[in-house]
């Protein structure tokens, strides 16, 4: 799973490098981006729900 992961989300040029530090540093920047834009989206609705 972490590999398939890894392969999806960071170009191959940094699969090379024997630590798992820039993978878990895009998918924490992922997860961030995930939650502010479910949190935008949240605070839009009701404005935009109709």
Same mark, same amino acid.
């Given at each position: 799973?972490?590999?398939?992961? &890894?392969? *999806?989300i *960071?170009?191959?040029? &940094?699969l !090379?490098k024997?630590?798992?530090?820039? $993978?878990?540093?895009?998918?924490?920047?992922?997860f $961030? !981006?995930? %939650? %502010?834009? #479910? &949190? $935008?989206? /949240? &605070? %839009? /609705?009701? %404005?935009? #729900? #109709?």
């Amino acid at each position: 799973m972490v590999t398939a992961t &890894a392969v *999806l989300i *960071l170009p191959a040029s &940094a699969l !090379g490098k024997p630590t798992r530090k820039p $993978i878990v540093t895009r998918m924490v920047q992922r997860f $961030i !981006g995930c %939650l %502010l834009a #479910g &949190a $935008i989206s /949240l &605070a %839009l /609705l009701p %404005l935009l #729900g #109709g």
